[in-house]
């Protein structure tokens, strides 16, 4: 009989998917992460049919069943992506322990990266839940992990302050700071140098890309989506 494991990481993926894209948009609104979900146009509560994960959207043609309104297509992206990623890391990390930490590890750097991409900042929920993952039993020994944020984290800040002291500007946000420190969790100190090398390589194809569309970036790039990204890779693909 066939594994059941990654068919069930994809379903609870989709689920984790759609639950990611919905707080990315609630929290930064104010709009409280406990109520039903409704229509943002119309403001009818959605029902089941309406929420089934990548179905709803397709057999709905992207529009909202009451009032017709588009809905965004970033929704089903989302859905299939996570539940993709999730899939991936069934199939690859042998421990489901292992699979399912990195799992929820790769859905709260989606969330996170959302949020920063759109309103610049990063919520202390999602960071607080990416450090609690790195302490999961059995994972790195708790000496070298607890090194690695402290390391990550005064480094961090240690930038910030430099950077505003001396060019009068803020280098890294506190969210930032504290993504940092939580990296650092899981990356342990040796993990140091390939997540700076990697953010910042990442942190430059962000600048280009947004340029290459026409966006504004005199004003400063989120660093956030950077980070995680590069979080992931290096938990993903660790450099010896």
């Not at 309104?69 to 992206?77: E, G, I, K, Q």
């Not at 506190?174 to 940092?180: E, S, T």
């Not at 962000?206 to 979080?231: E, K, W, Y």
């Amino acid at each position: 009989m066939s594994d059941p494991l990654p068919l069930f990481f994809a379903l609870t993926g989709a689920c984790f998917g759609s639950l990611t894209a919905a707080m990315a948009w609630r929290l930064p609104r104010g709009v409280t992460v406990w109520g039903r979900s409704a229509c943002p146009s119309c403001g009818h509560v959605l029902g089941p049919l309406d929420l089934i994960p990548l179905l709803s959207w397709l057999l709905l043609r992207g529009r909202c069943r009451h009032c017709h309104t588009p809905v965004s297509a970033a929704y089903p992206l989302i859905e299939g992506g996570t539940a993709l990623f999730w899939t991936l890391c069934a199939l690859l990390l042998p421990d489901p322990v292992l699979a399912l930490t990195v799992s929820l590890l790769g859905t709260c750097l989606l969330f996170l990266a959302l949020v920063d991409a759109r309103w610049r900042y990063l919520p202390d929920a999602g960071v607080l839940l990416v450090a609690l993952l790195a302490l999961v039993p059995g994972r790195m020994d708790v000496i070298d992990s607890l090194s690695g944020g402290l390391t990550f984290g005064f480094l961090a800040l240690g930038v910030r302050w430099l950077v505003g002291r001396h060019l009068g500007r803020e280098a890294l946000g506190l969210g930032d700071v504290k993504l940092m420190a939580a990296a650092g969790l899981w990356l342990g100190p040796f993990g140091l140098p390939p997540f700076l090398i990697l953010s910042g390589l990442t942190g430059i194809g962000q600048v280009l890309l947004l340029r290459a569309a026409g966006r504004q970036t005199s004003d400063g790039v989120p660093f956030g989506p950077a980070l995680s990204l590069s979080l992931l890779a290096c938990v993903l693909l660790p450099i010896p």
